[in-house]
Structures are given as structure tokens and as C-alpha cells.
């Protein structure tokens, strides 16, 4: 069984910062892509960010040069912090993890719970 948990999220003025994180859990499992998508009220989820457990990233063009991803592989743990926020970052932001069970190396995708950011103008 594995378990994403998020945390990190809510209000914020536009110009201001959050930090979201979010640990996976599950015995006999590795992780390897991370990442955070979001959905704001009415569209499509959307990615916004994955981090390969080499640490390589990749970004959606809307957030380019303002959000940065890391993670924390002895932890399972990925981060995305989020600067110059705008109204348009407003949405629910999810987690997402590739794990990998050791034991016959199936691939599963796992999605966290959400979080709510909300960037007032």
C-alpha cells in the first residue's frame, strides 16, 4: 500500500512564496518519478512539475523560472517551491509518484490527496 502526503498549501498575496511537500510511503516500494500536477476550478489537471530520482526536472513553460521541484530520495519526498505566485496559480495542487514494487517490479501511478493554493490579487 502506498500513501502520498501532501502539505504546504494555502493563501497567499500575489508576489508571495509557498513551499509544498509531499512524502510516499509503502514498504517494498522505490519511487521513481515525482511530481506535482494542479486543477483549477473548470479546466483540466495539468502538469506543473516532475523530478526523475537522478534529479532531473522538468517543467511546464507557466512556471518557468518561478517554481523549482527537489526531492529528497532517502526521504521519498518531493518538494516544489513556488515563487512570484499569481491569481492564475490559484488551484488544487496534487502529487503524483511512479513507484516500482521491488518485489516483481510493477509500475503503478499514485496520486496524493490535493492541496488547496489560493493567491489573492
Known amino acids: 500500500q502506498v500513501h502520498l502526503t501532501e502539505s504546504g498549501g494555502g493563501l497567499v498575496q500575489a508576489g508571495g512564496s509557498l513551499r509544498l511537500s509531499c512524502a510516499a510511503s509503502g514498504n517494498g516500494f522505490w519511487f521513481n518519478a515525482m511530481g506535482w500536477h494542479r486543477q483549477a476550478p473548470g479546466k483540466q489537471r495539468e502538469l506543473v512539475a516532475s523530478i526523475t530520482s537522478g534529479g532531473i526536472a522538468n517543467y511546464a513553460d507557466f512556471v518557468k523560472g518561478r517554481f523549482t521541484i527537489s526531492r529528497d530520495n532517502a526521504k521519498n519526498t518531493v518538494y516544489l517551491q513556488m515563487n512570484s505566485l499569481k491569481p492564475e496559480d490559484t488551484a488544487v495542487y496534487y502529487c503524483?509518484?511512479?513507484?516500482?514494487?521491488?518485489?516483481?517490479?510493477?509500475?503503478?501511478?499514485?496520486w496524493g490527496q490535493g492541496t488547496q493554493v489560493t493567491v489573492s490579487s
Open positions: 503524483n509518484a511512479r513507484g516500482i514494487r521491488v518485489v516483481d517490479v510493477s509500475v503503478s501511478d499514485y
